[in-house]
């Protein structure tokens, strides 16, 4: 058989399309490149945002605003003066976008103004916290993303 141009060409791009499917097909079955949704109930999630919404503009509208800063044993959350700590009720949730085995959520229970979140329950890098509580009937989330 003699090679010309277009055999060259029809070669080339049976090689090209080869290529491409194994690259598909490796992608779709093999476990090391499996990725997972953010959250698994992502639709459950979609119908309470606007919940999220109102939550966040009560606590924007907060005269004081929560403050965060990593120190020596941990991560310190400084709430508002202005409320009462033993009326807050709710949880923090700690979300590690690298690593979902790493995240992991604590109850607020209150007894000053300051929530420190130990250090031996994270790791250097990237966090982000999701803090949703409740005070006298009205509902606050405070998000942030963080490096630890």
Request: charged content about 25%.
């Amino acid at each position: 058989m003699k090679w010309n141009w277009g055999t060259g060409i029809v070669v080339g791009m049976l090689a090209f399309m080869s290529f491409i499917l194994y690259l598909v097909i490796t992608m779709s079955t093999n476990e090391k490149y499996s990725h997972d949704l953010v959250t698994e109930e992502y639709y459950e999630k979609e119908m309470l945002y606007q919940r999220e919404i109102d939550a966040e503009t009560n606590t924007y509208n907060l005269k004081e605003k929560i403050k965060n800063t990593k120190t020596n044993n941990g991560w310190l959350l400084e709430f508002p003066k202005e409320l009462e700590p033993s009326k807050i009720k709710g949880k923090v949730f700690l979300y590690r976008p690298s690593n979902e085995k790493l995240d992991f959520n604590m109850p607020l229970n209150l007894t000053s103004s300051n929530l420190l979140i130990p250090d031996n329950k994270m790791l250097d890098g990237r966090w982000n916290i999701t803090i949703d509580w409740e005070y006298d009937g009205t509902k606050y989330m405070y998000k942030k993303q963080i490096l630890y």
